[in-house]
């Protein structure tokens, strides 16, 4: 029972971070009506810029803590001017066109941002060490024989993702900018006509969506090292925005839960007789059995063509 407590924690631990990624997903999709394929590179672009402005802003006052604290303004800062840039630069000159062409439109964003991090911050395999601690715990010894193991750094790292996700959930729901985005969602031109403007819109959701990526890039490379492989870490993210629905941000947390859980117990229990590597391909075929009979997701909205 022990173990089956310490796998089950260990997945929603996960589950937590890859729904903060997929957050960012559905940050654009509901202000745009666009899948952003360029989420992952964005987590890739924030992780470097608080890797290399942590290492200097460190060297500079002496201090872990301050360091980092100025880093991750800097990094905001950061995120948020690469998010006016791209509004200004592209997103500005495709209001109102085909959502194909806002794809695309990600897509080369995407390369742009590999490129621009590659340019400016080198292709070295960064660390960030924001002071979480790393070795892990003994938990309930008095009940279960060993105890439980947990990671210290992966509760933090939920936490914080845990936080970031119910402040979120407040934006859309409570205020009148959470509102305006999902009117734009829904029909641009009818936003426009009731004197919603698009463009500013489309820079607020960027903007948020970058500080969700910087977030997520920060753990992430704490986690595994900042290095380009990182942008991979987003397709971990595809099956929980599939499950939980594109529209829904309390979707992306439960699908990213169900998808960490479910990972880690397939692996586990199921592994061992079919060889492992369950959890490798395990949120794809879910994914794949809603896409076939439930395709909107858990919490997404059912769209209805009137003709």
């Not at 997929?22 to 745009?32: D, E, M, T």
């Not at 439980?148 to 936080?163: P, Q, R, S, T, W």
Request: aromatic share 10%.
């Amino acid at each position: 029972m022990g173990f089956f407590i310490e796998t089950l924690l260990g997945g929603l631990m996960t589950g937590v971070l890859y729904a903060l990624i997929g957050l960012g997903f559905v940050l654009i999709f509901k202000a745009s009506g666009v899948f952003n394929f360029a989420q992952g590179a964005m987590v890739l672009v924030a992780a470097l810029a608080m890797a290399r402005f942590s290492a200097w802003a460190i060297e500079l006052t002496g201090s872990m803590l301050f360091g980092n604290v100025i880093a991750f303004f800097m990094s905001v800062a950061f995120m948020i001017a690469l998010a006016i840039a791209i509004e200004r630069l592209v997103l500005r000159h495709l209001v109102n066109q085909e959502l194909t062409t806002l794809l695309m439109a990600t897509l080369g964003i995407t390369y742009v941002l590999d490129g621009l991090g590659q340019t400016v911050f080198g292709s070295s395999v960064y660390t960030i060490d924001v002071g979480m601690p790393k070795e892990p715990i003994f938990a309930l010894d008095s009940v279960f024989q060993g105890g439980i193991l947990i990671n210290k750094e992966d509760v933090i790292a939920a936490a914080i993702a845990a936080g970031l996700v119910a402040l979120l959930s407040v934006f859309f729901q409570k205020t009148s900018t959470g509102r305006a985005l999902r009117a734009v969602a829904d029909d641009h031109q009818a936003a426009q006509s009731i004197g919603i403007p698009l463009n500013r819109i489309w820079v607020i959701v960027w903007c948020v969506a970058g500080v969700v990526a910087l977030v997520a890039g920060m753990i992430w490379g704490s986690k595994l090292g900042v290095q380009f492989s990182l942008t991979t870490v987003a397709l971990r993210a595809l099956p929980v925005v599939i499950l939980g629905g594109l529209t829904s941000v309390p979707g992306a947390i439960i699908g990213g839960l169900i998808i960490g859980v479910g990972e880690k117990l397939s692996e586990v229990y199921l592994g061992p007789f079919v060889g492992g590597g369950i959890e490798i391909w395990f949120a794809y075929v879910l994914a794949l059995v809603f896409l076939l009979f439930r395709p909107q997701g858990l919490f997404g909205e059912k769209i209805i063509d009137r003709v």
